[in-house]
């Protein structure tokens, strides 16, 4: 019996990496899905290869892995393009020899249609085809299915591991042009650790979710920690960028059902997964989850059509006005925006929403007040003072929006750690904020 159409076309497509790496061309910019989305067999082949290639560009959120073109000595033949930094980028962004492309997570796929962000070729972990000829680029379908539309050859690592996902994820093989199988299990991101400081936070946030909230959930220990103290909570709803093992705890306690979501009712919606193997068996063709493009998920008037949005959000240090630093350490960077802006905005726009950014009071064992008079010089201000809402330390809650400079300070003042408020107050006075 002969092959279908589909699976002749697969057939024909199938090869190994080495082939797939003739595709590129000098001057070419690959363009890789968000953190367990990345395709490591094709990224490792490439590591191998990059001495055979001039001025390579790899651009990506959030990597994960160290692959061997992070490099400082070979940027010249194939270097990394951080939309975000992660564990694998930081250290070359920090060194000053990864690229950084500053944007709204919300708005990386109008870059890419747009030409401003250049896609020639996606890389990218898909599950594998269906009957009809469909792939699901499940884990990350972020900014990937723009430039799928955009790039010149799009190849797929296929892996039995990676979810066929519901939602506007899918890649026909007609639109694939090399194929790559694999069989390794997904990268896999452990919950973070939560500690006392961690737990205080997360109460104060918990307390003022209700039943009924469709939630947002940021990634790290404190979001994280919030999530933990909803599982008693009743008809929760997600409407997030990131689905991970925080959330599928939620579902599993029977906390979550989507029911009172006003945007997609009874759907759970994403636009990137990083968990454990657990929640990738989960994704699988479960009809409560879609994933959909971040310009979907991310798009502040999209999101907000949900009533009650909640968007739990980290930052680095906010200073006595209310601006975040959330991404860098003065002039280092060590993530980038993402979607917090996003869904802060998405949340003030929602009817009954609340935004709250959440952070320590201290850093560096104490010693360092992260609720400061002013950012330090040169700090990327993530999200301004107009957008902040609520921002939350272990020692309460500080409501900014519709208070004077003064009442913020005084706000932020209350909620710094108590070693630090008489040198905040003192500094406050001289900048005239109280």
Known sequence: ?????????????????????RLLRDGDTIIVPSGAGEPPTLLHALSERRRDFRDIKVAQILALRKYGY????????????????????????????????????????????????AADV?????????????????LGTDYTMAAVQKARAVVLEVNPNVPFAHGQCHVHIDQVSALVESAEPV?????????????????????????????????????????????SKHDLGIHTEMIGDGILTLV?????????KTHLPG???????????RLYRFMHQNPMLEMHPVNYTNDPYLAARNDNLVAINASLQVDLLGQCGSESLAHVPYSGTGGQVDFVRAANRSRGGKAFIVLPSTARDGTISRIVTALAPGTH???????????????????????????????????????????????????TLC
């Open 1 to 21: 019996m002969s092959p279908s159409p589909v699976h002749a076309l697969y057939d024909g497509k199938r090869g190994s990496a080495a082939d797939a790496l």
């Open 70 to 117: 992070f490099d400082c000595d070979t940027v010249g033949h194939v270097r990394h393009v951080a939309l975000f930094f992660g564990g694998g980028s930081r250290a070359a962004g920090q060194a000053g020899w990864a690229d950084f492309i500053p944007a709204y997570f919300s708005e990386l796929p109008s870059l890419i249609e747009r030409g401003q962000v």
């Open 122 to 138: 996606v890389f990218s972990m898909a599950s594998p085809m269906d009957e009809h000829g469909y792939f699901a680029l499940s």
């Open 187 to 231: 990268i896999e991101v452990a919950l973070p650790a939560i500690g006392p400081v961690q737990q205080a936070i997360g109460n104060y946030v918990a307390e003022m979710i209700g039943d009924g909230a469709t939630l947002q959930i940021g990634y790290g220990g404190i979001p994280d920690a919030v999530v933990m103290q909803l599982t």
């Open 252 to 260: 599993e306690a029977g906390a979550v059902s989507n029911r009172k």
């Open 267 to 277: 759907k759970m919606v994403a636009t990137f997964a990083l968990g454990s193997q």
């Open 381 to 431: 201000v993530t999200t301004g003072k107009n957008d902040v809402n609520y921002v939350v330390t272990e020692y309460g809650v500080a409501q900014l929006r519709g208070k004077s400079a003064a009442q913020r300070a005084a706000a932020l003042i209350a909620i710094a750690h108590p070693d630090f408020r008489a040198e905040l107050r003192q500094a406050s006075r001289k900048i």
